[in-house]
């Protein structure tokens, strides 16, 4: 490899910081630059390998080869695709040729509008056209992407087109949380909204940018509606700031209204019909009837013809991986086909894959969540298959917390979906429920995300940034006045707002660091139970990726090696316990296989782990660290006291405060050791066909009384327990009165106060 170049220059300084990242991108894509010679030849051995197990008709294993396939293929591709095909490609993206109108746009108006079908050019290019336009020269350019793993695969893409490919990080980079891949040079930063909001806190008029394009405005994420408030305040108060929103949807006069008429200008599209095929009846198992549409489509449609298929999520999407995998090696001479996962979960190098074209002759299969409905394009998709359904992070007011269910997708989000087949040509569309499902039980559209969720983050942010009436603050969409109250109740049980609904010094602490109240609590009760250090490692393994590994096929090896780290008390400490392990055994790759372990998962958290670190000792807190296991415990019941449940049979648990029944997850520490703890905390509900408690340790129920006197009080019965004080309804009572008070100032009609 030529020393130097630049993206070759990039793996290896990435390769030395830890953070292997093995993108296809990354490896060689800039002029001139090569794959590094043993790479070339482990390619080339995994595509003979590839070749043998498919002459023997050996799909699962070929399957496994299919990367190294894909590496050399595509090592010849990159070689041929140098700047001017690059240069030729984006030349040919609809946006190009309304380029020089956008431009005058968005000179003479300081918000605009821009709306255009998904693949057009606009979340790669704007950014682009702005910087040649001369927008970078007195501040940056700052696009916001609902998702991560569009922010960073499109920041991937950018570097590579931008003036010939420059070094991720450089002129182009991104932000996402606990992953800063910008430097002194950035031009182009391309973030998740989340990121933006957070920024806010510190540079309230966002004076680092010029231009903010708020990109896929049509998700309606949770943070991009905040951000739209706080933005139609700053674009006053700064009148050399553009923003420019984005769109997939044609619905964007609201946004326009928003921010006082503003002009919405059409990218002509250039799409081809698509068949939309309906099923005749209702499918029993969505996973089951989308493996068997594919496998048809597979046999029956011409090459090339690749085929994207929208499940709902990480575990159905494997589900299908493998089902489908598992059926076409059973076929008669089928073709060659590469089978490619995408959700947000998924690790970068893996995601880069889905953009690179399937070797001749061979079929691309990508199976997503509906990530790939406008977020990310994949060009060469022909057929799609829908199972109809997403999931969706869903404000449960019974339980007042967040939980992911699976929904229906709005027919806006099935329409979007059917598009991605006619992109390139004319294409197919195969959706798994009937034609009378699709008029009657699908929403028109989807709900914004802030009319569903838990606001808990969002309110203490605009607490910490000032905004003392939630309901006051320009929403484009009010949030539920219940959900606010629910959000403003739960941050007081925190002790994050005041009697009052005022910020207090410990809540304004908490919103600094970038994590979910319930989070950053645990990191002050571990500072005032004595374990701050153990409290942050735990932290951190909450904030990656699954660290346990079950790999099909052995899963009953990898169950008997997770076991092996389980503390029986704690899942909590059980991750705690990984950490320690993974430390001890000197972090190595090869530990992390032996034991079933995510390498990549670890040192995300470990990297994690530093930053928090740093956030800590920027605070001066204590760091205190202590190795007495029940301390640590104390911390999580201390911070965890209003999820808790207790113990009503055998493995059986009740909500204390829902009183809703609910099981221990299968994979908890605690499932099966046969210690039935009286009493509970968890940090997650799941809900499947029952409510599961997910990641749990057990408490002592005095700490709950403790902890939470505002919520539970001791009863002195022969079994001592607690239950559900009246404080709690009383105040809540009060803070409803409060808001009801404010808003009626508002003179809105809310039914008679
Ligand atoms: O934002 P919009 O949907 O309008 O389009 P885009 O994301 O800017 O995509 C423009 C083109 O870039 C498409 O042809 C994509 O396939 C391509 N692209 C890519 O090859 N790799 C990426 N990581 C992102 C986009
Ligand atoms: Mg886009």
Redesign the pocket.
């Known amino acids: 490899a030529r020393k130097g170049s630049p993206t070759v220059e990039a793996y290896r300084l990435k390769r030395e910081r830890g953070n292997k990242r093995e993108s296809y991108w990354e490896l060689g894509h800039a002029p001139g630059a090569k794959a590094k010679e043993s790479d070339q030849r482990e390619a080339e051995r995994g595509a003979a390998e590839h070749a043998r197990l498919q002459a023997n008709q050996d799909w699962k294993q070929a399957s496994k080869f299919s990367n190294a396939l894909l590496k050399t293929t595509l090592d010849n591709k990159h070689r041929k695709r140098l700047a001017c095909e690059i240069e030729s490609a984006r030349k040919s993206l609809p946006v190009y040729q309304v380029k020089r109108q956008l431009l005058n746009l968005v000179r003479e108006n300081q918000v605009c509008v821009i709306v255009g079908e998904?693949g057009s050019g606009?979340?790669t290019q704007l950014t682009q056209y702005l910087e040649e336009e001369g927008y970078a020269t007195f501040g940056i350019i700052g696009c916001t992407q609902p998702r991560r793993v569009a922010a960073v695969s499109v920041a991937q893409r950018v570097a590579e087109e931008f003036r010939g490919g420059v070094r991720l990080g450089e002129q182009v980079g991104y932000a996402i949380r606990f992953e800063d891949v910008t430097g002194p040079n950035t031009l182009i930063k391309y973030m998740t909204d989340g990121i933006l909001l957070r920024e806010s806190l510190t540079y309230p008029d966002l004076e680092r940018y010029s231009v903010i394009v708020m990109?896929?405005a049509h998700e309606r994420s949770l943070n991009t509606d905040v951000l739209f408030g706080l933005l139609r305040n700053v674009i006053a108060k700064r009148r050399d700031l553009r923003v420019i929103i984005?769109s997939a949807t044609l619905n964007a006069d609201r946004f326009a209204n928003f921010f006082g008429d503003a002009p919405v200008f059409n990218i002509p599209g250039r799409t081809f019909p698509v068949d939309t095929f309906f099923s005749k009846t209702p499918m029993e198992d969505y996973v089951d009837a989308a493996v068997w549409q594919t496998v048809q489509l597979h046999i029956q449609a011409p090459l090339p013809g690749d085929i994207l298929i929208f499940m709902t999520g990480q575990e159905d999407i494997e589900t299908t991986c493998e089902a489908l995998a598992d059926k076409v090696s059973k076929l008669q001479n089928p073709h060659p086909i590469i089978i490619l996962p995408i959700y947000s979960q998924l690790a970068t190098d893996l995601q880069a894959k889905i953009f690179e074209p399937a070797p001749d002759g061979v079929r691309k299969v990508v199976v997503a969540t509906n990530i790939a409905e406008?977020?990310l394009t994949i060009d060469g998709i022909r057929y799609v298959v829908d199972a109809g359904y997403c999931k969706l992070k869903t404000y449960n007011p019974q339980l007042g917390m967040d939980a992911l269910l699976l929904c229906p997708a709005s027919q806006s989000s099935v329409d979007q979906r059917a598009g991605r087949a006619g992109r390139t040509a004319p294409g197919k569309c195969y959706r798994l429920f009937t034609s009378t499902a699709y008029v009657r039980e699908l929403l028109e559209t989807n709900v914004p995300e802030i009319q569903r969720t838990n606001l808990s983050h969002v309110v203490l942010l605009l607490k910490t940034l000032g905004v003392d009436d939630i309901l006051e603050f320009p929403f484009l969409d009010p949030p539920p006045r219940e959900n606010v109250l629910k959000s403003m109740l739960s941050l007081w049980l925190l002790g994050a707002l005041d009697a009052n609904g005022k910020l207090t010094s410990l809540g304004r602490e908490m919103s600094s660091f970038p994590l979910d109240p319930g989070l950053s609590s645990l990191l002050f009760t571990g500072m005032q139970n004595g374990c701050l250090v153990e409290c942050l490692t735990i932290v951190a393994m909450l904030s990656v990726p699954n660290v346990f590994v079950r790999p099909q096929g052995r899963e009953e090896e990898s169950d008997a090696a997770r076991e092996k780290f389980f503390v029986p008390e704690s899942d909590h400490l059980t991750l705690l316990h990984v950490y320690q392990r993974w430390i001890a055994g000197g972090s190595r790759a090869e530990w992390c296989a032996k034991h079933y372990i995510s390498s990549k998962s670890m040192r995300k958290a470990r990297e994690v782990r530093e930053q928090l670190l740093d956030m800590v000792r920027a605070k001066k807190m204590v760091e205190s660290s202590c190795d007495d296991w029940d301390s640590i415990r104390k911390a999580i019941g201390f911070a965890f006291f209003y999820q808790a449940a207790r113990r009503k049979g055998v493995g059986e648990y009740v909500n204390i405060r829902s009183g809703v029944v609910c099981g221990m997850h299968p994979t908890s520490a605690m499932y099966g050791s046969g210690l039935g703890a009286d009493y509970v905390v968890y940090h997650e509900l799941i809900m499947t066909r029952k409510e599961f408690m997910s990641c749990i340790t057990a408490v002592e129920v005095q700490w709950l009384a403790e902890a939470g006197p505002m919520l539970y009080v001791l009863k002195h019965v022969a079994d001592e327990g607690v239950e559900i004080a009246q404080r709690v309804q009383q105040r809540r009572a009060e803070i409803e009165d409060e808001i009801r008070r404010s808003s009626s100032n508002r003179k809105e009609d809310d039914g008679g106060t």
């Open positions: 998904t606009k979340t990109d896929e984005t406008t977020s």
